[in-house]
């Protein structure tokens, strides 16, 4: 397919990376879109190369629970993306106070936590060395901020709901 700011975008390489199952919700979520806007299907891919397919499974399960647990609405839950373990304890804890939460769910997150921070960590990696540029603190920080907005955005739109 060849867009209209003249770029050769072979949905074939992205989609390689995926099942049968997420290549089918990507479909869906490429339908959706603004074909005439070229820059949705460029940063959905650009968006595909950050991650390893096991750290979208991960990061849905850690966005899955949040939902589940219904402490904030979901346009709040990037916070939960790159939030430590122990400010999430604190966190849960101040808002103990305005109702009770389950305690083996908060546990479950808790786990998760840790783990999709440092997800987030080196997809922002990969995505300043995917542009050639300077790898450093500012760019990485730059980085991850884009990459918590797509993320919630794709998860919003069921692009990892499998």
């Given at each position: 397919?060849?867009?209209?700011?003249?770029?050769?975008?072979?949905?074939n390489?992205?989609?390689?990376?995926?099942?049968?199952?997420?290549?089918?919700?990507?479909?869906?979520?490429?339908?959706?879109?603004?074909?005439?806007?070229?820059?949705?299907?460029?940063?959905l891919?650009?968006?595909?190369?950050?991650?390893?397919?096991?750290e979208l499974?991960?990061v849905?399960?850690?966005?899955?629970?949040?939902?589940?647990?219904?402490?904030?609405?979901?346009?709040?839950?990037?916070?939960?993306l790159?939030?430590?373990?122990?400010?999430?304890?604190?966190?849960m804890?101040?808002?103990?106070?305005?109702?009770?939460?389950?305690?083996?769910e908060?546990?479950?997150?808790?786990?998760?936590?840790?783990?999709?921070?440092?997800?987030?960590?080196?997809?922002?990696?990969?995505?300043?060395?995917?542009?050639?540029?300077?790898?450093?603190?500012?760019?990485?920080?730059?980085?991850i901020?884009?990459?918590?907005?797509?993320?919630?955005k794709?998860y919003?739109?069921?692009?990892?709901?499998?």
């Amino acid at each position: 397919m060849i867009l209209k700011s003249g770029v050769n975008l072979s949905t074939n390489k992205v989609m390689n990376l995926f099942e049968d199952k997420i290549r089918k919700k990507i479909k869906e979520v490429l339908y959706e879109m603004n074909l005439e806007n070229s820059e949705d299907v460029i940063n959905l891919g650009e968006y595909l190369k950050c991650f390893k397919k096991s750290e979208l499974k991960v990061v849905n399960e850690l966005l899955s629970k949040i939902r589940n647990l219904g402490v904030v609405n979901m346009f709040q839950a990037g916070d939960f993306l790159f939030m430590t373990k122990q400010y999430f304890l604190d966190f849960m804890r101040l808002k103990s106070y305005e109702r009770e939460y389950d305690e083996n769910e908060v546990e479950e997150i808790s786990d998760l936590i840790g783990e999709v921070r440092e997800i987030m960590i080196r997809a922002g990696v990969r995505m300043v060395e995917n542009k050639n540029a300077d790898t450093n603190v500012r760019s990485v920080q730059g980085a991850i901020k884009v990459l918590i907005r797509s993320t919630l955005k794709y998860y919003m739109k069921g692009l990892f709901k499998i």
